[in-house]
């Protein structure tokens, strides 16, 4: 094959100059390589198809064995009661007197509540982070923007002729 890689124009005469040979490869070689479509063959997608559906059979068998593995585990610390494995935290009246019975926390109630907590702040910080760069972008590109002119009120109330004709756009 033959690339034209430039069309240089003299007094107006055109004159090709053909592409070095490591250049006629290189454009060979990426054409090949890169925008050649891909030929599957029907035993090769059956094959990908068959793979994606066991990783994907794979990913939610996963999902539900967590989820009964966590449905498991709370149960069994609450049926084990709360005086083996519970966080005593102390408790205090209005009067700042202490209370002769403590707080009784799951340890596994904790834990969900103080990773949701985190997540949530987590959030907030972001959704904050991105409004403030947001707010920067908006301020820096404002100032950049065509300044435009206030119309007066004679040609706000003038009207604007109508043509039925739909390949033709007026402007006024």
Not at 56 to 70: E, G, H, S
Not at 90 to 114: C, I, R, W
Request: some cysteine; aromatic content about 12%; glycine content about 2%.
């Amino acid at each position: 094959m033959n690339y034209v890689c430039a069309t240089i124009s003299y007094e107006e005469k055109k004159t090709d100059s053909l592409c070095y040979q490591d250049e006629t490869d290189f454009w060979n070689k990426l054409l090949e390589r890169y925008l050649k479509p891909i030929q599957d063959d029907k035993a090769h997608l059956d094959e990908v198809t068959r793979e994606l559906k066991s990783l994907r059979n794979k990913a939610v068998f996963l999902y539900f064995i967590i989820n009964v593995l966590w449905v498991v585990a709370t149960f069994f610390l609450q049926a084990i009661g709360g005086d083996v494995l519970s966080i005593e935290i102390p408790k205090y009246y209005p009067n700042n007197t202490l209370a002769p019975d403590p707080m009784k926390v799951e340890p596994l109630s904790l834990m969900f509540l103080l990773s949701f907590a985190v997540l949530l702040i987590v959030q907030f910080l972001a959704m904050l982070y991105h409004r403030v760069y947001t707010l920067i972008h908006v301020v820096s590109y404002r100032g950049t923007e065509k300044n435009y002119k206030e119309k007066n009120e004679a040609s706000k109330l003038s009207l604007v002729p109508f043509s039925h004709d739909s390949t033709k756009l007026t402007v006024l």
